[in-house]
């Protein structure tokens, strides 16, 4: 496998001005068969905040990201620094099905890290692999990890899967925080060959 | 190629097998690739790190989380859970990414550590890992280990080793990614 660096659409500190949204909108098509956007230390600007991304389609393209349905899984393993509470469990708020569920965001963005802590020292990392995004015949799958951790101390691993129910190409993509602003971070795009 | 190969280390009898050099703000994401790792004993399979002002991989505290699913060759045994004798809260010790691999001689554990932006001042050090191995008894198992090292110095240095005897054989392969 061989990683080639596309583009870095992020990459500020809290010294930098917060962004409300990052658009990649190039360098997603069929050059590569997947893609991978890698996204470290994202520092939202407000307590409790839920980083997620969602995709415009071919037909929608500098469009609002709100179009594309997702139906999609969400499981994490967590634990707490002292150490109460540790588990691993499927939660049935961030996943989604035709982008309904009982917590879905505006758009039907997915949910990859939920209450992330403003602390200084809070973030979250991962990455997460799109698939095929320029096919014009299949629905576009999706896998992410993430790492992250939670206002009060506890710790997140998540893993979230699930597909765009979208049979045209999905050029672009946004990430935001659910609500408030990205302070601080890194993303970077990838094409994997 | 944007998945830059740094360094290499190939075990051999070896009680440790640690890198000391090359972790640093060149990138922001390190991923070190375990092949094979063969045990002397039956071990665990862990990491530590070293901090810029620590030494001994002894005081770096980590909250982490364990889960794994298994099964066996035969009569088939299948799982998928929560391992929490195997995470830590706030602990010192070396993280286990892999309870028990086994020590006959085609067994060995290999996978994906990836460490975030182990240089960073401002953070807490986010990680994961996906260890696949076969477990005594002739389980095919699979680890899933994540969580922070929460010290907001620099990380350069990391260490791995079986909880107990010598890391018998294998390779790991330290890249960064950029």
């Avoid at chain 1, 609002?64 to 150490?83: P, Q, V």
């Avoid at chain 1, 588990?87 to 890290?113: C, I, K, N, P, R």
Wanted: proline share 2%; aromatic share 14%; glycine share 10%.
């Amino acid at each position: 496998m061989a990683l080639t660096l596309i583009s870095t659409p992020l990459d500020i500190t809290t010294a930098d001005t917060a962004v409300a949204t990052v658009d990649i909108t190039s360098g997603i098509d069929g050059t590569y068969d997947s893609y991978e956007f890698h996204f470290v230390n994202m520092h939202p600007s407000i307590d409790n905040a839920e980083f997620q991304f969602q995709v415009n389609a071919s037909n929608d393209t500098g469009g609002d990201f709100t179009s594309s349905l997702i139906t999609s899984t969400f499981f994490n393993a967590y634990n707490r620094e002292g150490n109460e509470g540790a588990g691993l469990a499927y939660d049935t708020y961030y996943d989604q099905a035709q982008s309904g569920g009982s917590s879905v965001f505006t758009g039907g963005f997915q949910l990859l890290a939920r209450y992330i802590g403003l602390d200084d020292d809070q973030c979250c990392s991962g990455v997460l692999t799109l698939y095929a995004p320029s096919s014009t015949t299949y629905v576009k799958h999706f896998t992410a990890t993430v790492s992250s951790t939670y206002k009060t101390e506890y710790y997140f691993n998540n893993y979230i899967a699930g597909y765009i129910n979208q049979t045209l190409a999905t050029p672009e993509i946004r990430f935001k925080m659910g609500s408030g602003n990205i302070d601080a971070g890194t993303i970077k795009m990838f094409g994997v060959s | 190629m944007a998945l830059i190969h740094i360094a290499s280390v190939t075990a051999s009898a070896s009680a440790t097998v640690s890198f000391t050099t090359g972790i640093d703000a060149t990138y922001n994401e390190y991923q070190f690739h375990f092949v094979n790792m063969h045990p002397a004993s039956y071990g665990d399979w862990t990491f530590q790190v070293n901090a810029t002002d620590g030494a001994d991989y002894n005081d770096s505290l980590i909250t982490s989380t364990h889960f794994k699913t298994y099964n066996r060759e035969a009569p088939a045994d299948t799982f998928l859970g929560y391992m929490a004798g195997h995470d830590q809260a706030q602990g010192a010790a070396y993280q286990i990414m892999f309870n028990g691999v086994d020590n006959a001689a085609d067994s060995g554990c290999s996978g994906v550590l990836t460490l975030y932006a182990p240089s960073s001042t401002t953070y807490v050090k986010h990680f994961t890992s996906r260890v696949q191995s076969i477990h005594g008894g002739n389980y095919s198992q699979n680890a899933f280990v994540a969580g922070y090292i929460n010290d907001t110095t620099a990380i350069d240095e990391i260490s791995f080793k079986f909880h107990s005897g010598n890391i018998d054989a294998g390779t790991i392969h330290m890249y960064g990614v950029g």
